[in-house]
């Protein structure tokens, strides 16, 4: 005798049944959605055509607009960059009160303490101190100008990333020496001796004591304000510099580290050994460029931003497109909508089938407008030197936009159709 199915095993089935027909009727529903989209599609090709190009626009527009502004970010930061980011100010910002009297005392750096930190510190490559003094010079035609002069050690052409453009930088035998030479500007040279090359080999005064030119220089790139250097400076050696100030004090010492990475952890190593050194109440300073690096990252980041979604109205042109394009199509496929509906067809299966077709024309808009995007940056990489950088990030949003506006603008069309009734779509004409 066969045995008897209990109730529960066959609810469970039923259950199972309609799991697989409901399954069956999703996976047909999707592919007939599809199918109609893209017989949709070549019925009126040049309609499509135009309303995905307005997405091909926005989304270029999107990915051209990062590439701009990383393009920007990247040679603000490298400029700054040029300056030193790895370097560190140490300054002598004043003295406090001493003894019963509270009488002021000046607490100024010297060359020892220089010496003192380069040998404690092994992290730094170069270092600098900086003597500063003024004098007038002479132009001719009867110009005299007071001008900076800088007694500095060779290292300062490597710590402030000095560009010699005629002639040579001070080396350790001018300094050791107390070798009476200059290197001036290119400012300097072209209003004295009227070019740069002409400058070199000559001589002047400085406080009565001849100089010769040895070299022109200039600063890598503009240093936001950042320097202390002038339009016309002369630089001399220390040990020579010493002889106009009178005493072995300076006011500011340079140090350049191996990487940015070490600035930080320095900073604070530098303060330690300089306290060790002078009076407790003696204040010291030091500065770097991390601060104006942060800054201008963060401002070229806010820019991008801005420029994107100045982008993204473009995006916002294209999915208005994408709406009055499928609200057409809705009133010409009215009695297409009856027949289906009558035929069966459900409110949600026409919503999905129109909802659809706008994705769909967003996403191929979408899709091209990334390759035209793309194709600049990329040429310009492959025919120049240049590298313009790409950011995968931006194909990705402007993807995920493109995806976005289809579904946003094509709601209303689809829910235009979903809502039509049967009997009135088949009477349309």
């Given amino acids: 005798m066969p045995p008897v199915t209990t109730i529960d095993e066959t609810a469970r089935q039923q259950r199972r049944f309609q799991q697989t027909l409901l399954s069956a009727r999703r996976t047909m529903v999707w592919s007939e959605i599809l199918k109609i989209a893209l017989d949709s599609f070549r019925a009126s090709k040049l309609r499509f055509a135009l309303t995905a190009l307005g997405m091909v626009i926005g989304t270029a527009s999107v990915i051209l607009v990062v590439t701009i502004g990383l393009t920007g970010k990247e040679?603000?930061?490298?400029e700054i960059q040029k300056i030193g980011t790895n370097q560190i100010a140490l300054?002598?910002?004043?003295?406090?009160?001493?003894?019963?009297?509270?009488?002021?005392?000046?607490d100024y750096l010297t060359r020892d303490d220089e010496k003192a930190i380069d040998a404690q510190l092994p992290g730094i490559l170069y270092s600098s101190p900086i003597l500063m003094t003024h004098d007038r010079i002479s132009f001719g035609g009867g110009v005299v100008k007071d001008t900076l002069v800088l007694g500095v050690s060779p290292?300062?052409?490597?710590?402030?990333?000095?560009?010699?453009?005629?002639g040579r930088f001070l080396d350790n035998t001018d300094d050791a020496e107390h070798i009476k030479c200059a290197v001036?500007?290119?400012t300097f040279a072209k209003l004295r001796y009227g070019s740069i090359d002409a400058a070199v080999g000559h001589e002047f005064s400085i406080s009565g004591i001849?100089?010769?030119?040895?070299?022109?220089?200039?600063?890598?790139?503009?240093d936001f304000g950042q320097s202390e250097l002038a339009d016309e400076t002369?630089?001399?050696?220390?040990?020579?510099?010493?002889?106009?100030?009178?005493?072995?004090?300076?006011?500011l010492i340079y140090f350049s580290m191996r990487s940015m990475a070490e600035v930080n952890d320095a900073t604070a190593e530098i303060k330690r050994i300089i306290k060790t050194r002078h009076r407790a109440n003696s204040v010291y300073t030091t500065t770097d460029l991390r601060e104006v690096l942060s800054m201008a990252e963060t401002i070229s980041n806010i820019l991008t931003a801005?420029?994107?979604?100045?982008?993204?109205?473009?995006?916002?042109v294209g999915g208005v497109g994408i709406m009055n394009i499928m609200l057409a199509t809705v009133r010409s496929r009215t009695r297409e909508i009856g027949i289906r509906?009558?035929?069966?067809?459900?409110?949600?299966?026409?919503?999905l089938q129109f909802l659809a077709e706008a994705t769909i024309i967003s996403l191929i808009g979408g899709v091209i407008g990334c390759l035209v995007g793309l194709s600049l940056p990329l040429s310009v990489r492959f025919f120049t030197d240049f590298s313009l950088p790409v950011s995968p990030w931006s194909v990705v949003i402007a993807l995920a936009a493109a995806t976005g506006v289809g579904i946003i603008f094509g709601t209303m069309p689809a829910t235009r159709a979903a809502q039509m009734d049967p009997i009135d779509s088949l009477k349309y004409e």
């Fill in 75 to 78: 040679f603000i930061l490298g």
């Fill in 341 to 351: 509906k009558a035929l069966g067809a459900t409110s949600r299966e026409i919503r």
């Fill in 306 to 316: 801005v420029l994107v979604l100045v982008s993204a109205v473009t995006l916002a």
């Fill in 155 to 166: 290292d300062y052409q490597h710590v402030r990333n000095l560009l010699v453009t005629y």
């Fill in 210 to 222: 001849p100089f010769t030119i040895i070299g022109v220089f200039k600063q890598s790139v503009t």
């Fill in 91 to 106: 300054e002598y910002a004043g003295g406090g009160s001493a003894g019963a009297e509270s009488n002021i005392y000046n």
């Fill in 184 to 186: 001036v500007t290119e």
């Fill in 234 to 251: 002369i630089l001399i050696p220390y040990s020579v510099a010493r002889y106009f100030t009178g005493t072995d004090n300076v006011k």
